[in-house]
Every structure is written in C-alpha cells, then in structure tokens.
C-alpha cells in the first residue's frame, strides 16, 4: 500500500457514523483556527471579557488544568481508537487476512510517525528528531492499538488499567530532585516553578523532573539535536529540556486515550439500540471524570495534559465520551446532521487538514495580503486584523476541502 493515497472513491454510505466525522471536523477546525490569532485581538482590546475568554480557550494551560485548546489532541487520538473497529469490519468484509491488516496497521504506525517528524522538521536546517506531536505518539501506540482491536472489550479494559496504573507507578517510582536541585538548568525558572510546581507526592509530575523528561535525556541525544542561537541560526547542542515539559514517554497514557476510543468503537459498532449506546457512552464520560478528578483532587496524580498523566487520560476520556455521545445522539439518532456540514469536509479528510496547519496557513496569509493589500483586513479595525485575517485563512482552507470532499478525493494514510 502506498505511504498515502489521493483516491476517489464512491460517497460514504449511510451506515458511516457522521458524528464521528462532525467530532473529527471539530477537532481539526479548533486546530486550525489558531490563524484566527485570538490572543492578538484580546491584547489590543484589554476591556473585553468576550475575547480575554475566546483567547484563554485558545492556549494551552501552562501546567496544571485544563483549556479547549488542551482538549484539542485527545479528542483528535480518542477518534483513531473509535474509528478501528469499523476499519477492521470494513477490511474483514473485503476478505483481507488478520496477517495482511496487522502488516498495514504497522506500516501505518510508521509513516505516521515520519510525517509527525517531516512536519516538525519544516524550516529547521536537519531532520529534527521529536515524538512528542500528535502524530508521532499517535504512531508510537497505534501497531499496540491494531493488536488490541483484535481482543474484546474486557482485554482491551484490562490493557488500559494496566497501562494507566503501571505508568503511574514508574513515575511515582521515580525519585524527586533535592531541595537544592537548580530548576533553572532545566528550564523552569523560580518565577514558574512557586506558581505550578507541586508540593508532597504530586511532585513527582513536577515539569522536567519527572520520569519520562529523564528518559528523554537519554533518548533525545541519541540523535543529533539542534537549537537555535539566537540568531535564527540552529546549532547542534545535547537535548537538555523540552522548553514546554512534553515528553515521548507521553504515548504511553495517550495509547490509553487510544483504547478509550477503541472501547468507545465498539459501543457503537454493537447491536444495541441507539438509546442504550447512547447512554453507555454518557455513562463512561461520567466514570471517566469522577476517577480521573478523583485522583487529581486528592493528589495522587495531577491533571497535567503536557506529560499526559493518568489523570488527565481519563478526564479528557470524559470530554472526548461526553462529545462522542452528544454528536451521535443528535446526529445519528436524532438525524439531524445538515447543521455539522462544514465540519464533516473537514473531518473526512482530517490528515489534510491537519498538514494544512504545517504548510498551508502561513502560505495563503502571504498570499492574501500579497494580492489584496491589508485594507480589506482592517475593516473592523486595526485590533480585529488578526482575526479577519484569519477567518480568510480558514475560508480559503475550508473551500479547498470541500472542492476535495465534492469530487470525493480523500486523502488516507
């Protein structure tokens, strides 16, 4: 099979989940609307309570906590898990063997990991080895997930627990620096560390100190790592610190938000009633939110997203089931689907789109203002430009997508 297909295949049927692409749209939609540059517009109107809120959704909490934006990611890998076992009825049906659908899942495990790099490495003067973005620790997990979507549910439950409870267990394990330990040489600097850092047993998912920034001290500089210096000029320099905290260890728990994905899928693909998988799902996002605050509450694991800790797998669970389940009830129960339209093209080809992030915005805002000059962007105001402008951006992305999504041209890895 190809690394990727361009292919133009016959319109999805009616038994496709469109809330699975709608929640797929959404996810990438929240992705690309960065270039709407919410930040910028709240800066330049400090008053606004309206946009200092849009902003705060649109970034990444610092440590601790949760934002929209943060949810961004699970939302994205949870969906690989609800989506295998379709794939896999879908394969079995066009009679491929279990031989030949395990060789492709790890080819495809591979190439996902290559183009997370290849994206990655864009503007940078060599390859840029880091596993850290969404595809990479997608592929880092996902051959794992194949052999899982195999088993039934009770295997794949059990290979979560095991999962969750063993990575806490390492990082627990773990030794936390010395009182004297200079965070500085880590990145973190006094300021940051009295306002996020834990105290007591919660510290041991303090930002790189922990496990998995340790086994990146090793990992990392296995491969020849560079920074820049300053002066735009990259430099080759061992791996000390990931400036953020993020971590490749972190594909561990985000192969957990794989399996609740995969459990997800095979609610829906069962033979109840729409009702009682309606309510399995509801009732999952609820157990995956009292655990995972539970634990975050009590101090035994911290909700951290940036090193996808326990916790966070399963809070995040309980957004990603809870969005699962009111996409599919309103529009694979209720069939009311005109409305997710704009978020369907997107989500039927949710690995352009994703690409369009890397390679597309900077190039069609480049254009706009090269053709159009940046009158049109200011028509509300030199504070509403970055917005505007933006909003152009994603107009001119979106159409790209639905002339693709028209022709039923899909691109697939």
């Keep these: 099979m190809a690394v ?23 996810a990438m939609a929240l992705m690309l609307g960065e270039a709407l540059h919410l930040r910028k517009v709240a800066n330049a109107v400090p008053d606004s309570g309206f946009w200092s809120f849009l ?14 934006h943060d949810l961004i990611q699970p939302s994205f890998t949870f969906m690989v898990g609800v989506s295998l076992p379709f794939s896999l009825a879908a394969r079995s049906a066009r009679g491929q063997s279990k031989l030949r659908m395990t060789l492709h899942a790890f080819w495809r495990a ?28 997608i592929g880092l997990g996902y051959g794992l997930l194949f052999l899982l979507g195999l088993l039934r549910w009770p295997y794949q439950l ?19 620096p010395p009182s004297d330990f200079d965070r500085s040489a880590v990145g973190v600097s006094a300021e940051w560390s009295q ?16 496990l998995a920034w340790k086994f990146d001290t090793w ?12 002066s735009g000029r990259e430099v080759e320099e061992p791996f000390r610190f990931n400036g953020g905290g993020y971590a490749t260890l972190s594909f561990i728990p985000t192969l957990g938000t794989m399996i609740l994905g995969l459990l997800a899928g095979g609610i829906l693909k069962a033979g109840n009633s729409p009702s009682r998988k309606l309510v399995a799902l509801l009732l999952a996002s609820a157990l995956c939110f009292g655990i995972g605050i539970a634990l975050d509450v009590t101090g035994v694991c911290p909700i951290v997203k940036r090193i996808w800790t326990p916790s ?43 690409c369009m992030e890397w390679v597309a915005v900077a190039f069609v805002s480049n254009a706009l203002i090269r053709h159009l000059g940046p009158s049109p962007f200011e ?28 022709h039923r041209i899909y691109v697939r890895i």
């Excluded at 990727?4 to 959404?26: C, F, M, N, T, W």
Aim: aromatic share 16%.
């Design 379 to 406: 028509a509300f105001g030199k504070a509403y430009e970055p917005f505007v402008l933006g909003a152009s951006i994603l107009a001119v992305l979106w159409l790209v997508l639905y002339w693709m999504h028209r």
């Design 158 to 176: 059990a290979a979560l627990v095991v999962i969750l409870v063993g990575y806490w267990a390492a990082f627990a394990a773990y030794p936390s």
């Design 55 to 68: 902003a705060d959704h649109q970034t990444h909490v610092e440590w601790a906590g949760c934002s929209l």
């Design 195 to 210: 306002e996020h850092d834990y105290e007591g047993f919660a510290a041991h998912w303090n930002k790189n100190t922990n």
């Design 110 to 137: 591979l190439i996902l990991v290559a183009l997370g790099i290849f994206l990655r490495s864009l503007g940078k003067d060599r390859t840029y080895f880091t596993f850290e973005d969404t595809l990479t620790q």
């Design 219 to 230: 990992f990392l500089n296995l491969f020849r790592h560079t920074t820049d210096d300053g």
């Design 4 to 26: 990727s297909q361009i292919v133009e295949v016959p319109k999805p049927s009616s038994a496709r989940l469109s809330s699975l692409d709608a929640y797929r749209g959404l």
């Design 312 to 354: 966070w797998t399963l809070f995040s669970g309980g957004w990603c089931f809870l969005a699962m389940a009111l996409l599919y009830g309103i529009m694979d129960v209720a069939d009311f689907k005109a409305w997710a339209f704009p978020l369907v093209v997107v989500g039927v080809n949710s690995i352009v789109a994703y």
